[in-house]
């Protein structure tokens, strides 16, 4: 089976603070996904990579950045955290064969932006 | 750009019946593939059921279907024999070249 693992379900930082979300995953997939679930507006996407050191931004990237140096990890980080991105981010990996293969996705990670 | 529209934010079952959840999209890529994910509360977003675009033949995995109308761009999950373990967030979600666009999800509740 896939596994996709978030470093943290729960995480609560200040104002300010740079953040770091990791995100590893262990079945060699090119794709790696970093979505942003608020209660009403579903799943949106903060940034992908299609590959190591490639990254592309997603519908909400403002305020996020990312980093790709290994294959299996990604990480998302929130340059100066605002309360505005207390939220839950969750973590997605797939891979392509030209064929849309189903994102396998992580628990979550709960932020709390004090 | 692709679209993904789930009407009903909530809707409620009884034990043993079965419910539909309605899901449209719009989208201008010609080979696509559409999903159905269950997220239980607090726990991890799973795959429930798998369309791909070409097939005419709608999926099915046990108790879930769907009915897809390509045509009318509808992409509805039909839940026969439902149980309390179906209670979640189902999104509904479209996708090609690797990335999804997720509808805004349907809260399910299933009565005893």
């Known amino acids: 089976d896939v596994k996709v693992t978030q470093s943290s379900r729960y995480l609560v930082k200040r104002t300010g603070e740079k953040v770091f979300l990791e995100c590893v995953q262990d079945?060699?997939?090119?794709?790696m996904f970093w979505y942003r679930q608020d209660p009403g507006l579903g799943l949106r996407l903060i940034y992908f990579?299609?590959?190591?050191?490639?990254?592309e931004k997603g519908d909400i990237p403002e305020g996020y950045s990312v980093s790709r140096e290994k294959k299996e990890r990604f990480s998302l980080i929130l340059e100066s955290a605002s309360t505005n991105q207390t939220s839950m981010y969750l973590c997605?990996?797939?891979?392509?064969?030209?064929?849309?293969?189903?994102?396998?996705f992580g628990d979550g990670t709960r932020l709390s932006i004090l | 750009a692709q679209t993904v529209t789930q009407s009903q934010p909530e809707m409620s079952v009884q034990e043993a019946e079965t419910v539909t959840l309605s899901c449209t999209y719009d989208?201008?890529?010609?080979?696509?593939?559409l999903f159905w994910y269950k997220q239980p509360p607090s726990r991890q977003m799973i795959l429930v059921i798998r369309q791909e675009a070409y097939k005419q033949q709608n999926a099915t995995e046990n108790r879930f279907s769907v009915n897809f109308q390509k045509a009318a761009k509808s992409f509805s999950l039909k839940i026969s024999d439902s149980q309390l373990g179906d209670a979640a967030m189902y999104f509904c979600a479209v996708g090609s070249q690797g990335n999804l666009i997720f509808g805004k999800g349907t809260k399910l509740s299933v009565k005893p």
């Open positions: 079945m060699d997939h090119e794709n």
């Open positions: 997605a990996s797939n891979t392509w064969t030209g064929k849309n293969q189903p994102q396998h």
């Open positions: 989208t201008s890529e010609s080979d696509y593939y």
């Open positions: 990579s299609y590959d190591v050191k490639m990254k």
